[in-house]
């Protein structure tokens, strides 16, 4: 008997993908035979990759593509998320080397497993079924775990990558739990098809997987009542780890959250728009309150990041095209603002020493003017304050969601931000107004890069915000 | 009695038994065994089932890799079993919640064919088996590098990832463990190994 064979599936779509698997196998084995003389070089490579990758992205046609059975679709939304991921990336292992180098925990793995995490999250964000994303997401998350604990002699750092993992694994367990009785009730894994089988009509086997889905995905992007891991993991982590933590995973697991509510769901929106309602209130409340108390600044980015993952969701909650839009323009501008707050964290430095706690930064608007100044800017776009990046970026999700009635949460929304200023301006009084301290070492080059590009970015923003929201636009155009 | 079904309540009640006596035996070593067993059991169902893939897979798995690993853990570890089980009865309430809670899950999946009956119409189409003369582990052969070579692909991916982590993660390389070197054993001669010293008398060296 010959079978016939069969067609291969189209594999131009993943070709980014395919770029970046090859890379992370090609780079292993040259840190595997070449020993640790090889780091340096498997970390340019490395930075390389991601940036040849996204070169492929932006250069991919603009048309909706679906292959691998259904499996794996890119569209217009994959291609703005994933080009963000990409970058973010690439900066975030390009910032890491100044901390590594002086930890002595330069090792070829590390720029891999971040190679391969983002491997992982392009597979999320691309993800067309329930399998692939779970895949994607498991290669993400496995990565994140191995690099949270990559200081394995440091207490802390192991103590961190085994809370992520065991509190990982649990989320993955509800998403796959979730997913399975998605399965069992619309006999697909397939988005559109679930969106078919559906019809509009949600059985409660249906309701019961989509909340243990959303569960899990709440895990991933560390929204209240799933977010107790998120404090602890960002300051034991290095900080090199925990600037990639904030960035790349978290817009990654955004986009793959906005994906499966919006094409495997669109039509009974009502049921996830109060899940997403209530935890968006949930991380936005948290967000604003829990910071106000904290002396480590890697554990206030922390509780930061759950607001802002709370803010972004009310753009999802409005569940429209603007509300998608705010979304994506969200999270952009927080991962460039994350990324030049984190270079400042980087920067903090005595020494060889490294130094966590708020008040070290006590009068560096005297010592390290140019620093504070970025610090500031970034603080004052955090907080919401007009006319920087990130008043805007809380204009679009607060408009969508007030377009979609949720008056409510939009009013609350805006209380919360007005909290949350609390402690983004203290970190401003304490940089001008507090007694200086000992000055920090110099910024790195790269660092004071990243610090000086992102606070353009942040400032000048209001000036020419037509290509972000434009690409926004038509990423969110391409999920209807 | 037809020969499948003496075969099934053989496997079966084998695999029950084995079941009950990994719970009750007072050696770890023991409950390992029987697990071994109650594995080997199940994959007889699977072979009545004709799910011969499965059944080879659970030989291959659980037995050759799990219930093994198992095996070295109880030995080296050497956990006092028996002084596990003294506080047995302070966890009854908990372990009895828990067993509510599963029989309340039972009696849901079984109730959601009455309160969902719809349900059973939509997974009409979800994959069919292979009805065309194939074997089991043929259809999955078939499709795994055709249809799902996405995900198998991105699996050998997660498995990488997890082999770098425990590398990574635990691997040590001690400056000074002295290792056995035979290409340097080898090359050694009597020029090499010995040094003669005139010793001159009544002085040492």
Redesign the interface.
């Known amino acids: 008997m010959t079978?016939p064979l069969?067609a291969v599936?189209a594999l131009l779509p993943?070709l980014p993908e395919l770029v970046l698997?090859a890379g992370?196998?090609i780079l292993?084995l040259i840190g595997a035979l070449a020993g640790s003389g090889s780091t340096r070089f498997v970390q340019a490579m490395t930075v390389v990759v991601l940036l040849v990758a996204c070169g492929l992205v932006l250069g991919q046609s603009e048309t909706r593509e679906i292959t691998?059975?259904g499996?794996?679709i890119v569209d217009g939304f994959a291609r703005f998320m994933k080009v963000i991921v990409l970058l973010a990336s690439a900066l975030s292992l390009v910032m890491a080397q100044g901390f590594l180098n002086r930890h002595k925990a330069n090792?070829f793995?590390f720029p891999?497993?971040v190679l391969?995490?983002t491997?992982?999250m392009m597979?999320m964000i691309s993800a067309h079924d329930l399998?692939?994303l779970y895949?994607?997401l498991?290669?993400s998350s496995?990565?994140l775990?191995?690099i949270a604990?990559?200081r394995?002699d440091d207490l802390k750092s192991t103590e961190a990558?085994l809370k992520y993992f065991v509190l990982g694994a649990l989320s993955s367990g509800m998403l796959l739990y979730g997913a399975s009785l998605v399965y069992?009730?619309?006999?697909?894994v397939e988005f559109t098809?679930i969106a078919k089988?559906l019809n509009g009509h949600a059985?409660?086997?249906v309701i019961f997987g989509l909340a243990f889905l959303m569960a899990g995905l709440a895990f991933k992007i560390s929204a209240v009542p799933f977010h107790m891991w998120t404090p602890d993991v960002y300051e034991g982590s290095p900080t090199p780890v925990t600037t990639f933590f904030a960035s790349a995973p978290k817009l990654a697991a955004m986009a793959m959250t906005v994906r499966v509510v919006m094409t495997a769901f669109p039509d009974i929106a009502a049921q996830w728009q109060q899940i997403i309602v209530f935890i968006a209130l949930g991380s936005m409340g948290l967000g604003a309150f829990a910071a106000i108390g904290q002396t480590n600044i890697k554990r206030l980015l922390a509780y930061s990041s759950i607001g802002h993952i709370g803010f972004a969701l009310v753009g999802l909650a409005a569940g429209t095209i603007n509300g998608v839009q705010g979304v994506a323009i969200y999270m952009a501008l927080y991962v460039v603002m994350t990324l030049g707050a984190f270079a400042c964290v980087l920067g903090m430095r005595r020494g060889d020493h490294y130094v966590e706690t708020i008040d070290e930064l006590a009068g560096l608007g005297r010592t390290n003017p140019g620093m504070a100044f970025g610090m500031a800017m970034i603080m004052f776009s955090l907080a919401g304050i007009p006319p920087l990046a990130g008043f805007f970026a809380k204009w679009y999700v607060f408009v969508a969601a007030v377009e979609a009635k949720l008056y409510a949460l939009a009013v609350i929304g805006v209380l919360t931000s007005v909290v949350g200023a609390f402690y983004y301006l203290r970190i401003v009084k304490i940089m001008y107004f507090d007694e200086p301290k000992e000055a920090f070492a110099p910024l790195d080059g790269t660092l004071k890069t990243v610090l000086l590009a992102s606070t353009l970015i942040v400032f000048l923003f209001w000036l020419w915000p037509a290509p972000l929201v434009n690409a926004a636009l038509v990423a969110a155009q391409s999920l209807h | 009695m037809s020969v499948a079904a003496a075969f099934f309540y053989l496997f079966s009640g084998v695999a029950v038994a084995s079941a009950f006596m990994v719970v009750a035996s007072r050696n770890p070593v023991h409950s390992v065994l029987f697990l071994i067993l109650a594995f080997v059991n199940a994959a007889g169902l699977f072979l009545l089932l004709g799910a011969e893939f499965l059944a080879m897979i659970l030989i291959v798995v659980y037995v050759g890799a799990v219930a093994v690993l198992f095996l070295f853990v109880v030995m080296m570890l050497d956990v006092d079993f028996s002084e596990l089980r003294e506080g047995f009865l302070d966890y009854l309430p908990f372990g009895g919640l828990l067993g509510i809670v599963f029989l309340i899950e039972l009696v849901l999946v079984l109730g959601?064919y009455y309160?969902?009956p719809?349900?059973m119409h939509?997974?009409?189409?979800?994959a069919k088996a292979a009805h065309d003369g194939l074997s089991n582990t043929a259809a999955l052969g078939?499709v795994l590098?055709?249809?799902?070579?996405?995900?198998f692909?991105?699996?050998g991916?997660?498995l990488?990832?997890?082999m770098?982590?425990a590398?990574?993660?635990t691997l040590q390389h001690k400056p000074g463990v002295k290792r056995q070197d035979i290409g340097a054993q080898v090359a050694r001669n009597k020029q090499t190994a010995m040094e003669i010293k005139s010793v001159k008398p009544g002085q040492g060296l």
Not at chain 2, 122 to 126: E, L, R, Y
Not at chain 2, 145 to 151: A, G, L, N, R
Request: no cysteine; aromatic share 10%.
């Open positions: 079978a069969a599936p993943a698997a992370s196998l292993v691998f059975h499996a794996f090792a793995e891999v497993l391969l995490s491997l992982g597979v399998i692939a895949l994607g498991e290669l496995l990565a775990y191995v604990a990559f394995r990558g069992g009730f619309t006999g697909s098809a089988a059985s409660s086997g | 959601t309160t969902a719809d349900a939509q997974t009409a189409q979800a078939r590098y055709t249809e799902h070579v996405f995900y692909q991105s699996a991916m997660v990488l990832v997890a770098i982590g590398i990574v993660l």
